[in-house]
Structures are given as structure tokens and as C-alpha cells.
């Protein structure tokens, strides 16, 4: 635990090396708003050996699920998931982007079958990865601005 800017806390995440500017768009993927009942640590802008500069949270007694940790993937895709136990890090896992994006980003296109009351998932192949372009299985519709358009 080199940096102190904020409290070391016991138990739950901290989401580190987020791309800078990404934080809070993390916060909304993972429902952190007005009515959180965690504690929670933002640090914006922090300098960073690795990065540059980069965004870290911090979220006391909260895990993510699996679901959580693919859409960061898409807009963080540095990002690493620091699950914290008794003050230390027990297990840290880089995030991965999947190569199919499956049921987490809604397709651009209105008359895509995705967006008519059907009950199709939606599925988009990953064209590439910086900066990110999504390719609908469906529609063919190329997606570029994901982080406004996560389900
Ligand atoms: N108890 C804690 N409370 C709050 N933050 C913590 C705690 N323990 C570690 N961290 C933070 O979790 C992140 C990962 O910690 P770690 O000790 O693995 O750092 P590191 O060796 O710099 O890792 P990396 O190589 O991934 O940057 C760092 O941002 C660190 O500040
Ligand atoms: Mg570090
Ligand atoms: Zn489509």
C-alpha cells in the first residue's frame, strides 16, 4: 500500500490503473449514485508509474460481479480489480475485454432487431480495441461511443 491519500480500508475493491477521465462513468456502470450505502473513494488525475495518469476507486464491503467488470473492460480497459480482505490485497485480476460483447451495450440502430420488443440479447463483435468499435452481429451497425450506450 504505497499511496495515502486516502484511508486504507478493511474490506472490499479498489478499481486501480481506470483509464484518467473514465471514473465516473465506472461509478455509474457499477449503480454508485446519491443513494450508496458504501463508502466510497474517488481519486481523479492520480500519477501513476504505469500510466501516466490515471482514476482509481476505492468501495468499502462491495465486491463486482462478473457482468460489472466486462463493461469497465470497455471503457477502462487497463483497469485492475483489487479485491481487498483485512487491509491487503487478496486477489487482483486485470480486466479483459470479451471478444464477443454480449447483452451489455444497446445497438445504435433503432430498426435493429435488438431494439424491437424481441427477446434478443444484443451481440456485437469487438472490430478494435483502441480506440473501441463494436460491430453488430445483427444489424452490422458500427458502434464507436459504448460508454453512453451500456444496458
Ligand atoms: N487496504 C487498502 N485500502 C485501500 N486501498 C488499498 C489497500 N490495499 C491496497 N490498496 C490499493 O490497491 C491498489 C493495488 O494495491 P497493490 O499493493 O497491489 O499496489 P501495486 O503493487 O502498485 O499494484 P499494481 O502493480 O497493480 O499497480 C493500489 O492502488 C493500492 O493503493
Ligand atoms: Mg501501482
Ligand atoms: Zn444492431
Known amino acids: 500500500m504505497k499511496d495515502f491519500r486516502v484511508t486504507p480500508i478493511r474490506n472490499g475493491t ?9 471514473a465516473l462513468k465506472v461509478l455509474r456502470i457499477i449503480g454508485i449514485t446519491e443513494s450508496v450505502r458504501s463508502t466510497v473513494s474517488i481519486l481523479l488525475h492520480v500519477p501513476s508509474k504505469k500510466d501516466g495518469w490515471k482514476d482509481v ?29 483485512d487491509f491487503n490485497v487478496a486477489q487482483k485480476t486485470q480486466v479483459k475485454m470479451p471478444e ?20 434478443v440479447e444484443t451481440e456485437f463483435v469487438v472490430e478494435a480495441k483502441k480506440p473501441l ?10 458502434q ?8
Do not use: F, Q, W
Request: glycine content about 4%; some cysteine; overall charge neutral.
Open 14 to 22: 479498489v478499481i486501480d490503473h481506470i483509464n484518467c477521465g473514465r
Open 133 to 142: 468499435v463494436l460491430r453488430c452481429l445483427y444489424c452490422d451497425r458500427i
Open 57 to 85: 476507486i476505492k468501495i468499502e464491503d462491495r465486491e463486482l460481479d462478473s457482468r460489472e467488470v466486462d463493461k469497465i473492460s470497455l471503457i477502462a480497459p487497463r483497469a485492475t480489480i483489487n479485491i481487498i480482505r
Open 144 to 151: 464507436e461511443d459504448v460508454a453512453d450506450r451500456l444496458i
Open 100 to 119: 464477443i460483447v454480449k447483452g451489455i451495450v444497446r445497438c445504435g440502430n433503432p430498426n435493429c432487431i435488438t431494439n424491437m420488443n424481441e427477446p
